[in-house]
């Protein structure tokens, strides 16, 4: 998460000298959202891909599309938020299907503990790669990292 507050800081400071040019106040904030949730929605798209759910991928980036119409329109036609309505309508079907994706992958957010900084992820990402190569995936719920830590 701190890349993504450093992403968006250095945002802020490269488009403040172009404020003008969006003509749209707080013009520079609604590119910082944007920027923000779809990254964050790309890149747990490609986790999803690369546990080998390229179906899966391509199927929550068609969801996140036919979802963010409905929300923009909402926005801007009922809520009048115009501009602001749009751009929170993208962010708000991004950050959607990404809890989704989350969801998908088996990945419960909590704090990192020192088990989790050793490896933990890359061991969690290869157990959800053998449950999928093996069809077991369908069957049992998903281990926790500490399970798999462990074995």
Known sequence: MLWISRSIASGIIILEPHVDYFDVENGWFYVAIVF??????????????????????????????????????????????????????????????????????AVRPRIPDKRMLRGGVQIRIRDKAERISTGSWKKSPASSVVATASS
């Open 36 to 105: 923000a949730s779809v990254a964050l929605f790309r890149l747990f798209q490609e986790m999803v891909s690369g546990i080998g759910d390229f179906g899966t991928a391509v199927v929550l980036d068609m969801f996140r599309s036919i979802l963010t119409i409905p929300l923009q329109l909402l926005l801007v036609l009922v809520f009048r938020l115009g501009v602001a309505g749009m751009v929170y309508g993208l962010a708000l079907a991004s950050v959607l299907v990404l809890l989704l994706t989350l969801y998908i992958l």
